[in-house]
């Protein structure tokens, strides 16, 4: 059973290869009668995309999606909304070292051990290139959360050893997008950007940390007991390229803490039942619980670098591959939006999963 | 939609209250054929017990469990089997307390939240209890993956900010359960138990990591793009009650590593392709590459204390919650054997989701 | 992949052999706070059972269920409620003669090329015994039904070639439950009633026809393209043993009918817009128009007769297998509750999709 | 929870409206390695297609498809395979009349009710030109069922009450396209075609029966209790436009049969188990016999008729509705390689689902 579908009831297929014909994903079920924002798809595309500046590589990918269906007249059907997104043209030739050859902490080793023939161009479906039919699936399920006021916002809370310090209450999306990096505190996106500076000269790579909050979420998403809340925002993350952790609320810190410092105590404030200190994240037994959301996304350095390295070929045999071409030294920035867009569609999904709750 | 079902191939669906008649499971998509072995039910079940130690709660639970259903003749039918464990006694009384309070950092407010009508003993559907079910799913799990000799093997690496040295390569079963905290770091151990008893004195509670360890996974379980077979063991340990973190390989470590050091390089050996390295930890591109799979599971401090708490009823206000009864000063080692049960699960139905990669 | 569960939203998993220790289901979905009622749940247990007269067999089944979870006070929970019924003692021994043989136009065969090892007693898994489960499930299907005012009314509408003339707008339970046979025309069910008699004598079987009709389905239930609610129901209907044919509305008979008598004309009645006709069954492109649900579905005469038959043993030997024991004439009359059963969680489950329809 | 996706392992989506963008389909597990055949895929696409005779509408629709993923050199890569068509260019003002007004029999009505928004151009989603994914998909499994020598061939059986004799063992796709009708019995053909002209000179419809049978089918696939496999070829057939009614086998004929003569006896032949009489349609308890899968699929009159009908609009107001255009008058001939493509994918995902039934 393959597994390029995501969500329950707001249910994405996503499809296609980075050098094949085009990208693209389906949607099926957005409910009918909501506006579609095609500026928010653009935005949130154009964010993702690669080249944005001189701490993202410098390719070019074509940005430009279509929609095919599930829209009429500016609103949404009810029916599935298709929209693909064309390649640029690929030039093949470009990776006829890669056909035998398996690059370091890629996906074409397992790719060819799973499935005997694969697309060697650019990675194929293990692509990040992929994760642009997530960013347009994201921006439809942001549009369904802003009928009930559900809004969300990442940034970047650590490049390497540089960490942050951002407001979860207060952080937003004009603040975020100042920032090269994408970190809305000045001092530590300016480290940060050094940071990435230097190691692109280097050929190299560096790692970080995607913070995300989800505000005005309401109690009650969540499916006990497989399907908390936490443990399907955890899958949506996990599933992205290049991430290697995942914590809600206080996360690993909270093994090292007692129980008593750990529990969040209830309190009332004008009408409203809330915690005083939010270690849970927004989430209890699965459960949102009204809180702030509020979770980390660990990012390795992605494996592709500027540096000359030793490999294997398909029959075992040492090769060496070159450093050449274009890359991120850095992918953590155009993470941001993915993140986003992950965790959009998991609302939306739960959203609507909630309603079947109640009868009548 | 309801969240009581994992697994897509290999496909568990949970039920029961902590003091309802029973909790239970049914194993959906269990191969016909194999050979039941129901000391292994018991073994795991009755590590996961509460009571076994006194690093543990002193709560009696009963384990004995029933198959109803699938197995024939010592062997399984490939028909749904249907395993019932009876709760004891339920002393409903004890709970009275709790039926319009809501206990901090537990579910109860967001399950009232949710679903308006609640068993408020003993956390009801929230509760770990239901954990047993999983244990028992998980040995059923284990018997299939013995079949393609895939081992498991989880253990305690830290409590608190006590850690562990113990080799991925060597570590057995054998040796975690000479460990009451189920550490087979002998020195740490003893460490982990002295500060055990004394937050116990406290009427505190301690968090911890569960290192997880998967050896013998042949290369191409896993489904991209979104259910990549970290994704799914990610959201396997968080759906476990108390989990806030999950890492894969080099976790979140990694954000701080360059590519060239994270890197793993492909070498050869004896004809197999492996890597000299293992930050991946077994998994890349969310397919599995033949090497260890390795994970950290981040446990919070229990939220029942032995404190009073201050926090509010259904109606907001303000109430004292007493310290009384029985409790678990720190439930990590008892969290070992639901580890490896939910590994077992994930690993069972990827293994069978990967058998429909080939035709013929 | 197993097939042991049905419905997306309202989910139920069946479980259990007929000569196993229990039967069972666990229902996943059912909302939050809707009053159990035991009574609904034994009455159809009562009219599915085997020993209700004369013209059903003689076997004596254990009916007596009980709730394990999911319930608490009287009311549901929102999470999973399993019930499970113990199967009575089973006499093995009678069975040890088909351990090796294959029963025409049973089970046995396509088991054994299936599964390899199959519990032979009594048809094992594939024994209608399981249809109880199924009941059960049907019983809970209807208590959320009631919330939104829809009813099920199934009764037999012919057997063999005796068919019976009966008012769709009129059928009520009280009068189907008047008839041995289900049949609410006394003349129709007094022949019916002589025929299936005379077979018994001959240990022949006879099959028939139960025809459904749901009303006061609201408009807007069924899921295009693949879900349509005719499907679904097709699906359900035919998932249940001895079950040959589905037809929705004007079914089979269309196929001789013009376009211009065919269709359904609309019009306004009290400002509600109907249909003049109903060929359409009540849905139209998959999706409930308010009127009538009506459909049709064929039982075979069951294949368990009094006579001698020939047949193959495992090797492909022939034997005979001789007609001995007790026996079911015709299934149809204790087909009813199950058509009402299937029906009620189809409808329920396509009521809760449709929640998902609407945002806010 | 949206319905626009069919089967488990091989997977299928559509998506598209009669006259948005495109239509198209993904299909998500088709195993890897398999050899794509176009021209298979646009002999299916031209069979479906109107306008092939004058037995058809003289409708045109652009028939072209382009694969956008999951393809490359040739071979099928294990990841999804995305086709779309482009639509022709719509005119819509010829559908502005329909903007408030509901066709009798079609999904007008249906879809305002559940969606409130609709494409009301052609039917929007509801209109069979959707059915043209499907045969792409259909197309595909066929290529997957190819590998295990599985062949299908479905004909037209019936139109109106002319019916025609033919052999389920020798019946070929040769035969069945020498006929305008799809009947390849010549006479009936002959007088199918007459009836055909005539309702069409009259501006009425007719229905008609397809008959499918699948050859070579192994013993072994189906999945009790559920999803038996005529259980899914029923919702199969549901699903598609226009069709009232399903039977497998023996049918709604087995109504009248006594079991005695119902029974399919088992013997040998050659080594292998056969029945001697095939009434259960080669599926027995729900699982594949190894004998010829057998069933009919009943196409009601298609609603579209060139005559002036009653209607009312969104008030409930009383219009009429002009015959106008072109118009099939009996749509069973093209719905030949549409049940072909259903069947193909319900067998191809049934042999993949009964893959997972064996360890090793």
Redesign the interface.
């Given at each position: 059973?393959?597994?390029?579908?995501?969500g329950?009831?707001f249910?994405i297929?996503?499809?296609?290869?980075s050098h094949?014909?085009?990208?693209?994903v389906?949607i099926?079920?957005f409910?009918?009668?909501?506006e579609i924002n095609e500026t928010l798809i653009n935005q949130d595309l154009q964010r993702r995309k690669p080249g944005q500046s001189k701490l993202t590589t410098q390719r070019k990918e074509n940005e430009e999606f279509?929609?095919?269906?599930?829209v009429?007249?500016g609103?949404?059907?009810?029916?599935?909304?298709?929209v693909?997104i064309l390649n640029a043209d690929a030039r093949s030739k470009d990776y006829e070292h890669l056909k035998e050859t398996?690059r370091?902490?890629?996906?074409d080793?397992?790719?060819e051990?799973?499935?005997?023939?694969?697309?060697y161009r650019g990675g194929?479906?293990?692509s990040a290139r992929?994760t642009a039919a997530r960013v347009v699936a994201g921006a439809f399920a942001k549009m369904?959360l802003q009928?009930?006021g559900i809004e969300i916002v990442a940034y970047v809370s650590?490049v390497?050893?540089v960490g942050a310090t951002v407001s979860d209450q207060t952080v937003c999306l004009a603040d975020v997008e100042k920032s090269l990096v994408r970190c809305p505190d000045e001092n530590a996106s300016s480290e940060m950007e050094k940071r990435i500076d230097s190691?692109r000269k280097d050929g190299?790579?560096?790692?970080?940390?995607v913070r995300c909050v989800a505000r005005n979420v309401p109690?009650?998403l969540?499916?006990?007991?497989?399907?908390?809340l936490?443990?399907?925002l955890?899958?949506?993350m996990?599933?992205i390229n290049a991430v290697?952790?995942?914590?809600?609320?206080?996360?690993?810190a909270?093994?090292?803490?007692?129980?008593?410092e750990?529990?969040?105590?209830?309190?009332?404030e004008g009408?409203?039942?809330i915690?005083e200190t939010n270690?849970?994240?927004g989430?209890?037994?699965?459960?949102?619980?009204?809180m702030n959301i509020t979770f980390n996304v660990?990012?390795?350095?992605?494996?592709?670098?500027m540096?000359a390295?030793?490999?294997?070929n398909k029959d075992?045999?040492?090769v060496t591959l070159e450093g050449k071409g274009r890359h991120d030294p850095c992918v953590v920035p155009r993470a941001v939006p993915i993140v986003e867009a992950m965790t959009a569609i998991v609302l939306a999904d739960y959203?609507?999963?909630?309603?079947?709750?109640?009868?009548?």
């Open positions: 059973m393959a597994g390029n579908s995501f329950k009831l249910r297929t996503t499809f296609g290869e094949g014909a085009a990208i693209g389906v099926d079920g409910p009918s009668g909501i279509q929609i095919l269906s599930g009429f007249e609103k949404s059907l009810g029916t599935p909304i298709a693909t398996f370091p902490s890629h996906a080793f397992t790719y051990a799973k499935y005997g023939h694969r697309d194929g479906r293990s992929e369904l009928q009930v650590s390497a050893d190691v190299d790579t560096l790692g970080g940390i109690a009650g969540g499916e006990p007991v497989f399907d908390k936490h443990a399907e955890g899958k949506a996990l599933s290697k952790g995942f914590e809600i609320g206080s996360g690993f909270s093994t090292k803490m007692r129980g008593s750990h529990n969040d105590v209830f309190s009332s009408g409203k039942i915690t270690n849970s994240g989430i209890q037994g699965g459960i949102s619980n009204g660990a990012f390795k350095p992605v494996a592709t670098i540096q390295q030793t490999s294997v075992g045999d040492e959203y609507l999963r909630n309603k079947t709750q109640q009868v009548g």
